[in-house]
């Protein structure tokens, strides 16, 4: 099957700093990747939709000068928390697909802490 | 505006007995419906996709249903077990992914 790599899977950095998130389609191309954040005991809420080579679409609500997308190529989308404060903190999952009406694959998400 | 709305929120069950998860959506024009699984502080796992034109999906001793005109899809998992002790989200698909807030699935043993 498909697979998804999103890295790291973890990462804890002081408030103000930069943080970036990989999201890789190891072994197909993925024309459209998804970003998601999820808080605790909360559904997943999408944040993004990208997709290769164009502006990724924003989400009602979502600052797209704070999180900042980029899906440079059909295997790699980023997501980057640019001056990170703790509200911040939160699970961020990405997910991939080949074409419209297929699957999605997710990645493994990453656990942001922001102190 | 598409919503999606799991029931229940939580459910325990004794270890073997069969069980369904229920999910309905607002807007019956998805291109499909597909269940999932998450486990704490985990990504998630796909486990059954659904298309429009399709009723149900079987893998394993899970079964989805998908009544497209009413606006509902089941998740039936047969002989329960431990291991499937974790929440279970279904999304839809129309022009955005929308996901159901997940049902909290504990098997006991």
């Known amino acids: 099957g498909a697979v998804v790599s999103q890295h790291p899977s973890r990462v804890i950095c002081k408030s103000g700093t930069s943080v970036k998130i990989e999201c890789r389609s190891l072994?197909?191309?993925?024309?459209?990747m998804f970003w998601y954040r999820q808080f605790p005991k909360q559904s997943l809420m999408l944040m993004a939709t990208?997709?290769?080579?164009?502006?990724?679409?924003?989400e009602q609500g979502v600052e797209k000068d704070k999180f900042l997308i980029n899906h440079a190529s059909l295997t790699l989308s980023t997501l980057t928390v640019t001056s990170a404060h703790p509200e911040d903190s939160s699970f961020y999952i990405c997910?991939?697909?080949?074409?419209?009406?297929?699957?999605?694959?997710f990645g493994s998400g990453t656990q942001l802490s922001v102190l | 505006k598409q919503e999606v709305t799991q029931i229940p929120a939580a459910l325990s069950v004794p270890e073997g007995e069969n069980l369904v998860l229920n999910c309905s959506f607002t807007?019956?024009?998805?291109?499909?419906l597909q269940w999932f699984r998450q486990d704490p502080g985990k990504g998630l796992t796909s486990l059954l996709l659904?298309?429009?034109?399709?009723r149900e999906q079987t893998s394993g001793r899970l079964n989805a249903s998908l009544d497209k005109s009413s606006g509902r899809s089941t998740l039936y998992i047969a002989a329960s077990q431990p291991g499937d002790s974790a929440t279970y989200l279904c999304?839809?698909?129309?022009?955005?992914?929308?996901f159901g807030k997940g049902t909290r699935l504990h098997i006991l043993p």
């Open positions: 997910s991939a697909k080949k074409n419209t009406n297929e699957k999605l694959f």
């Open positions: 072994d197909f191309q993925a024309t459209t």
């Open positions: 990208s997709n290769e080579g164009s502006k990724a679409t924003y």
């Open positions: 807007d019956s024009a998805i291109y499909n």
């Open positions: 659904i298309q429009s034109s399709q």
């Open positions: 999304a839809v698909l129309d022009d955005k992914i929308i």
